[in-house]
Every structure is written in structure tokens, then in C-alpha cells.
């Protein structure tokens, strides 16, 4: 029996753990980030996403507004008339603006910043005919982050809502359930966010010594203890349900690249093996496909606790997702009622069609992984 078929058969007779009354329901949200390149912005698949994150804007410490990450490709050259005018091919698509900015600390710190800061948000928005913002801070963790962020959140909300455009706003955070705790104020940020980019990978790198997975569903007995005891997709954004924010606006994040190590010892190639320190890489999973799948050499494992894949030749040794590991975090979405699913990011699925499973094969699998699911809303949440 398939993997596929096998969590197929489990979700369908194990009930889900959903705690929110019944009410109201909603499709799912299929959330894409982009960054401009290949494929070109008239190529993003946008019959495949419900909001595409164009990604990213920056910030000018000069004056603290909201700028163009690249103004001579987004503006002089049309890179945000191109991507607003994907609604022309794709009407129902929503097109939203990413912004990240390592002194964003610095801005929320001081209401005037943050006031520059929303005003330019809006004017940046009106002018070009974006659809929703989306903040990508990583990481807040000093108290006076985790105290200023809500504000920061809730200021963006009140000015959206003046307009009265429907814009949505999200966050994207991180899978850490100790940097939840220190640096998020759960409930006021839900309060005010339509919804929630929960970053469902990144939870090993090479700073531990030892090759793994980066995106393992739930927690290894054997193998995850100490630091590493919540180092999974389930507790990480269980955290944030816990801590008070309602499930249909967590959007779970999966990767589309893989974690590369190099190992020590080429008999020692098991989950946990010893690697070098500082010499983890990423690699695209059009890269793994093409480079890794299909060469000789190369043997594929799978985790069968944390329900992800791995495979390694020689010193060489890559955890990643593939079509089946991404079915079961679809699955386990409709378990949990989660609002859906976020990628990072639809430039590295294979959009070609190379490695002959058609084209954009892992975005093709959390839209049929999600097929007619339909979220349960907590009516006692009046935001929209």
C-alpha cells in the first residue's frame, strides 16, 4: 500500500481535533510566495494559488516608508504593473505585497516611525492595485518587540479597514515554540491579522552537527530530545493554537527545497548522522529532481515518524519534501482545520515539467491535497 493511499485511509476514520464550534466556512487559502526571475512573472501559475506574494519590498531608514525592493525592475521596468495584471488571466487570484527589512525592530519601536511607516504602506498599495500585505519579520525575541509588533499590526489593520478595499494582512513566523512564547504576543497579533504564514520548515541546519530533515511532521522519540524535543511541523504551530490563535487563520508552511549536508563517515548515513559543521546548503527541488532523483548513486530513505524523505550518495547527504510528504501535511490540514497551506516559494517547484511529473508537481499537490476542503470558522472571531 502507498503512503499516499495508507494517510488517505487514516485521515478519512480518524476524526479531527478541531475545538472551534461550528459555523461559518471557507475555502482554503493556497498561498505562494514569489521572487521575480524564472519563472517570469506572465508564467506564475496563478490557477494555482489563491494569493501569490510578490516577494520582496524594503524599507528606507532615511525617511521609515515602505520602498520598492528593486526599484528599477519593480517600477522602471514594470515589475508590479506585470504581476497586478496576472488578475487579468487569473480574476479570482489575490495579489499581495511581501515586505522584510532587518531594522523593521528599529521602526516599531517609535509610534512616529510606525505611523510613516503605515501611511506609506497604503500609498505604496493604492497606487499600484495590490490586494493584501504581508510582513516577513524574522525574528522579533526582546520584550520590547513582542510588545510593539501588535501595535505595529494593529495600526496597519485600522488604516486597511479606512480604506475599505478588502486588503488582507498576514505575518509569516517561525516554527519555534520557544521564540513564539518569547517574541509573539499570539492573541493580539490574530486579533488583528486575516491570517498567519506559519513557516513549516527550517527546524535543522548545519550549526547542529548532524544530518536531518528540516521539516519532520511530528516528534522522533529516538531522535528528538533536549533543544530539539518541539523541533517539529506539530508542536511548532500546535504553539500557536495553544497560545490563542484560531486555526483558520494558520496557513501551514511547506518547503519546495531541500536541507543539504555533508557527511563524515559515508557508512554513517542514517537520520542524525554526524556532518560537518557550517556546511549545510539548500537545494531546490527542481534541482533534487533533476540532479539527485533520478542519478545513479543515490539512495532514497524516508522518515516514517516525521513523514519526510531523505536520500544521500557518498558524503553527500539532502532532507527535502516530495509529492507524498506534502499529501499527508495536506491531510493533516484538514485534520487539524487549519486555513490552509503556504509555499517557499513556486520558483523552485519543477515549472518546467522536467523530471516528468508535469508541471509545478509539488503546488499541484496541495491544490489536489485540498480539493473540495472546506475550513470551519470560529463564528465568535468577528474579524473578516
Known amino acids: 500500500m502507498s503512503r499516499i493511499v495508507y494517510f488517505l485511509l487514516v485521515w478519512v476514520f480518524i476524526p479531527g481535533s478541531i475545538s472551534d464550534e461550528p459555523g461559518e466556512v471557507r475555502p482554503p487559502r493556497i498561498v505562494c510566495y514569489y521572487t521575480p526571475g524564472n519563472p517570469d512573472i506572465e508564467d506564475v501559475p496563478g490557477d494555482l494559488c489563491t494569493n501569490i506574494l510578490y516577494s520582496f519590498a524594503s524599507l528606507s531608514t532615511d525617511t521609515w516608508e515602505l520602498i520598492p525592493g528593486n526599484y528599477k525592475f519593480d517600477i522602471e521596468e514594470g515589475g508590479y504593473k506585470r504581476f497586478i495584471g496576472l488578475k487579468e488571466k487569473f480574476p479570482n487570484l489575490k495579489t499581495d505585497l511581501s515586505f522584510g527589512h532587518e531594522n523593521f525592530k528599529y521602526l516599531i519601536r517609535y509610534e512616529e516611525r510606525r505611523d510613516k511607516f503605515v501611511k506609506s504602506v497604503v500609498k505604496l498599495m493604492s497606487e499600484h ?110 504553539k500557536w493554537v495553544d497560545n490563542g490563535c484560531p486555526r483558520y487563520k494558520l496557513m501551514l508552511g511547506v518547503p ?106 509539488l503546488l499541484r499537490t496541495l491544490n489536489y491535497g485540498l480539493e473540495n476542503y472546506t475550513v470551519p470558522v470560529n463564528t465568535s472571531d468577528t474579524l473578516p
Not at 495590490?130 to 495600526?155: A, K, S, T, V
Not at 492573541?187 to 519532520?216: Q, T
Request: with cysteine; glycine share 8%.
Open 129 to 238: 492595485g495590490f490586494d493584501g500585505f504581508d510582513i516577513d519579520w524574522e525574528f522579533p525575541f526582546l520584550p520590547i518587540e513582542r510588545e510593539n509588533y501588535p501595535l505595529m499590526i494593529e495600526e496597519l489593520r485600522t488604516a486597511f479597514n479606512a480604506e475599505g478595499r478588502g486588503w488582507n494582512l498576514s505575518i509569516a513566523v517561525p516554527s519555534d515554540v520557544y521564540l513564539t512564547d518569547i517574541g509573539y504576543d499570539v492573541p493580539a497579533l490574530c486579533k488583528s491579522l486575516h491570517s498567519v504564514n506559519f513557516m513549516g520548515y527550517d527546524l535543522r541546519s548545519e550549526k547542529e552537527g548532524f544530518a536531518d530533515v528540516h521539516s519532520p511532521l511530528y516528534r522522533r522519540p529516538d531522535l528528538d530530545v533536549f533543544i530539539f524535543y518541539y523541533s517539529n511541523v506539530n508542536d511548532c504551530i500546535m
Open 256 to 361: 519546495f527545497y531541500g536541507r543539504t549536508f555533508t557527511l563524515l563517515d559515508a557508512a554513517r548515513h542514517n537520520l542524525h548522522a554526524p556532518a560537518k559543521f557550517g556546511n549545510a546548503g539548500w537545494i531546490n527541488y527542481n534541482e533534487i529532481c533533476r540532479n539527485i532523483l533520478d542519478e545513479p548513486g543515490w539512495v532514497q530513505e524516508y522518515d516514517d515518524v516525521g513523514l519526510v524523505p531523505w536520500a544521500y550518495r557518498d558524503l553527500n547527504w539532502v532532507g527535502y519534501e516530495d509529492t507524498d510528504s506534502l499529501m499527508i501535511k495536506m491531510n493533516y490540514i484538514r485534520e487539524q482545520g487549519f486555513g490552509g497551506v503556504m509555499n517557499w516559494r513556486i520558483n523552485t517547484d519543477d515549472y518546467t515539467g522536467y523530471c516528468g511529473q508535469g508541471t509545478y508537481p
